[in-house]
């Protein structure tokens, strides 16, 4: 009885040490998975850290732009956080369009004039494409029965709405507003293509509503100057009357920057262009005004500010540039030094 007690002691101790022992190798094989499992997630982290940063440095190094619902006055410099001018941007890029052309012209030039350098788009064996642009509404004017209402510029042919909607309709609209679009010429080349155009207003983010005309005709278009003047009709009172208060607005805009921007004694460098590029929702780009090309009796600009393709037809506008006429220059193109340049500026 004692001898198996003692046997069964020594059993006991064997158990308790196995046990023990069992309990060790648990043990550090859940602190080992442990370290392995806080190991790979610092891992994790950083490769993911690695990518935002990666991701990060990618949009910097790409170009500068500001969506458009995001801008605030503190993507100004320093210098020009003006609560006009601030209003003054957000009025131009209400006015923004993005212009899409679904046919490519068989009498695009095969070389800019004068030069050798090829023109956009000449010889394109699918004339049927899409490409986009940007452009600018300028004036807006409300009809009646033919007549005009309000408005500076323009006037009209037609004494009922001309809208594709009142085209293919039995009783057409009487009110009408017709609105004037600055684009590129090189984006739109003439009567062909503006006939296959839509604009789409409005389009400040990914998810903003559908807002566009497809009814539009050629003004005039100027090779040259790569400027393009596009009409286009509505009978749709909000888009009608909301265009009206942005023009009224930009008038009184623009006065007050002109006044406040006058100072002969400073000179103001800023420059900045709201389009859309690659076709993608309203972008703000800020940049620098650099110098001036003297071509075709006229001057065109060259900027730092940021374009992608889509962009060509934006307004290019620059801040207390002292100029006695009132014009506009849309973007062009690019140098190969890397700077923008504009078309000629064009009297209106
Ligand atoms: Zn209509
Ligand atoms: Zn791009």
Sequence with gaps: MHKLSIKTRLSRVKWTKAVLIVTVIVFVFILRKRVIMKLRSQKVEKLIYTNILLAVRKMQGHKRFIPADKFTLKHLP?????????EYIKIISNQTVRVSVTMTTPHRPDVWPKTTQPYPFHNMSNRRNLRTGSGRVKFINKYIDGFKQNGIIGRTDSALCWCKKCQDSDSPSNVWWEFYVHTATHVVFDDIEASHTTLRLFYDKDDSPVVSVDKVSLVGANIEYDSCVLKSVTCDKTLGEKL???SEKYVNIWEKITNKYNDPGREYTLNFIVSHPHGCAKQISIGQRKYELH????TKYTYTTSTCP????????????NDTWRFDVVHSGSLKSGLNYSGVGVFY
């Design 78 to 86: 320093e210098r020009y956080q003006d609560k006009d001018l601030y």
């Design 244 to 246: 009206t208060i942005i």
């Design 295 to 298: 071509v075709y009796g006229g």
């Design 310 to 321: 889509g962009s060509s037809g934006a307004n290019v506008l620059f801040v207390g540039y």
